[in-house]
RNA sequence: GGGCCCGUAGCUCAGCCAGGCAGAGCAGCGGGCUUUUAACCCGUGGGUCCCGGGUUCAAAUCCCGGCGGGCCCGCCA
């Protein structure tokens, strides 16, 4: 009885119309628009803002004719921040020069002290102090207007003088400014801003904006993939693009994105990987060749593994798997040179990742035996499953080798810290790698790990048509027995080897893993710019502002 | 698929264990300040305590159910 009561007052307490019927018509809104506006935007509960004050900014600034929206279409720029910092290191503080320059960036940071403004811009190659000083405002009534009107998150673009504060910072001592661009929204302007994980993800530009270890990182990515292209193309590789519909996916063991091309009404797979296509390159006499390729597997995503990601795929005719694992090391650690100015990287955990070549190699059996204290490489499958279980590995493969590289995975793994290379991978499941020379049992194949992480891949390629159609018919009978993934029938690739592919070496690294491995960033999607977030009801300012459109056409 | 944690102002969080007026810092707004560094000082507005139900004189707090999010563990780079 008092339960029902209670209830039924809250109900009655907290009624809320739903917003759209706060939204005035347009016409309406047009004469009453102060009124309207107010009311409709308070009811937003939008980031914090406050679309009011900003509305009413904008209003004023549209008065003086400042609207940066009518009238900032390009801004001359001469500087850039770190430069100028760097440059004019060496004033003494309070000391002013007659330097004119130019520079345009965010706002992240505005002090006022009544007679003198500092502000704190951003542009992309980081930050300069600007001085807004009473007097020098007091020669530009524009300054003075634009002045009252600027807010932390606002995009200016200033000209001034260099100088060097009491306080001994560089800055721009300005004498005029620009507002470009305005913020309705507030900025989380302290680093690491974003901290709400799910917010980082959807609203990944402030993050990238706020979070230096992240934009270092897709900076970064950039950089590794031009000092990587730098080195194949010095070796006379040459870059190309395979197919990312294809309608038989191959190249590796994973389950593919399906869709489809409407103009043939066929069923086709989004690429797993470049692999097969870059061998028939080499096959059409492209002997150094390879690929910066997005890739896509449709499986679940973690810290490691995210749907898309991006991988460097070399393939090199007349070299084998060691020359490859050479060709890693150089494209590596070039990179990380090119990144860091040195072969060792310092991680924020404290530890040192040392790229200095060669590194260090060890073979899949030798690095479980030396884990284990117990020798495996005779043990049958049988063998193999009951030490797996034994220690809570699943075994229910019907591969020998699969179990070996889960027990690999399991207790020797973790434990590769600088970069090296795991050697001799159980042939059973490497369908594309060709058998070792030494013993068959096994495939001349590597991985490479760093940090406990899977980087990258290779192997001598599998060049022998008539192997590599046995291997697919036994990858088509482990799918049927396991329901696994495995490898499909890819009889136009087996068309192709029958035309002849040179020894070749291939090698494939994982862009996203490196850079995650190198700034020591938790998740791949850190290094991702941009990742699928679940649904969202996105609530915009701009909606409730709609009969404003009209001001602009 | 199994286990653990979180949801309170625009943001970060306290309050919950042990039920009793809804709190702090930051951000916003108003005022002051000519050398600051996330400036500072004074003043001030701001809440669906995730949603629903239950227990109780009384629920942000206890119980049940749901929703949203995160982390760890098993399979794929």
Same mark, same amino acid.
């Given at each position: ?20 019927? $706060? ?15 107010? /009311?409709?935007?308070?009811?937003? =509960? ?159 530009? /402030? ?37 990312? $519909? ?84 150089? $494209? ?20 040192? /990742? ?29 063998? $193999? ?44 499941? =490497? ?102 977030? =679940?649904?969202?009801?996105?609530? /915009? ?13």
């Amino acid at each position: 009885m008092y339960a029902l009561l209670a209830s039924s007052n809250r109900r009655v307490s907290s009624p809320r119309e739903p917003m759209h019927i $706060l939204l005035p018509p347009f016409r309406r809104a047009r004469r009453l628009y102060c009124f309207h506006i107010s /009311l409709s935007i308070a009811q937003l =509960s939008v980031s914090s803002l406050n679309p009011e004050e900003t509305l009413r900014k904008l209003q004023e600034l549209a008065k003086e004719g400042l609207d940066p929206y009518v009238v900032a279409y390009r801004f001359e720029v001469t500087a850039r921040a770190e430069e100028l910092r760097k440059k004019y290191s060496l004033l003494q503080p309070g000391e002013e020069t007659g330097d004119r320059v130019s520079v345009a960036g965010r706002l992240w940071h505005v002090r006022r002290h009544g007679g003198i403004t500092f502000m704190d811009l951003r542009d992309e190659s980081g930050r300069i102090q600007l001085v807004v000083r009473k007097d020098v405002v007091a020669t530009n009534p524009r300054l003075e207007k634009v002045l009252q009107f600027l807010d932390k998150g606002d995009i200016v673009g200033v000209r001034g003088r260099v100088i060097k504060t009491k306080a001994g910072e560089v800055s721009v001592l300005v004498e005029d400014l620009e507002l470009l661009a305005i913020s309705w929204r507030p900025i989380p302007f302290h680093e690491f801003g974003v901290k709400d994980p799910e917010q980082r993800y959807r609203e990944r530009y /402030l993050d990238i904006m706020l979070n230096s270890k992240v934009r270092s990182a897709i900076v970064g990515l950039y950089q590794v993939e031009r000092e990587m292209r730098r080195v194949l193309d010095e070796k006379g590789f040459v870059e190309v693009h395979t197919p990312k $519909l294809q309608a038989i996916y191959g190249g590796a063991l994973a389950k593919p994105f399906v869709t489809k091309i409407n103009a043939l009404d066929r069923t086709v797979y989004l690429s797993i990987a470049p692999e097969t296509y870059l061998k028939r390159l080499v096959v059409a006499g492209l002997h150094r060749v390879y690929e910066i390729a997005v890739s896509f597997r449709n499986e679940d995503i973690d810290a490691t593994h995210y749907p898309e990601f991006v991988q460097l795929e070399a393939y090199m005719a007349f070299a084998d798997w060691n020359d490859m694992m050479s060709l890693g090391e150089e $494209l590596i650690s070039e990179a990380v040179k090119a990144l860091y100015g040195s072969y060792k990287v310092e991680r924020e955990d404290g530890t040192t /990742l040392d790229f200095s070549r060669p590194w260090q190699r060890v073979n899949m059996v030798e690095a479980v035996e030396e884990a284990l204290k117990v020798r495996v490489r005779d043990m049958s499958r049988e063998e $193999l499953a009951e030490l797996a279980e034994s220690l809570g590995v699943e075994a229910r493969d019907p591969r020998a080798g699969k179990i070996m590289e889960k027990l690999f995975e399991k207790v020797a793994m973790p434990r590769l810290k600088n970069p090296t290379f795991v050697t001799l991978f159980p042939r059973d499941i =490497s369908p594309l790698a060709r058998p070792s020379r030494e013993d068959p049992r096994y495939a001349e194949r590597f991985e490479l790990y760093i940090a406990g992480l899977e980087i990258a891949n290779g192997y001598s390629e599998l060049n022998n048509p008539v192997l590599q159609y046995h291997f697919f018919k036994e990858e088509e009978e482990l799918r049927r027995a396991l329901e696994a993934e495995s490898h499909p029938m890819d009889r136009d690739y087996v068309r192709a080897l029958e035309y002849g592919l040179p020894p070749t070496g291939g090698i494939g690294i994982g862009l996203y893993r490196l850079m995650m491995v190198l700034s020591g960033l938790p998740s791949i999607k850190d290094v991702i710019p941009f990742t699928i977030t =679940s649904p969202e009801n996105v609530e /915009l300012v701009s909606e409730s502002l709609e009969w404003l459109a009209r001001r602009y056409l």
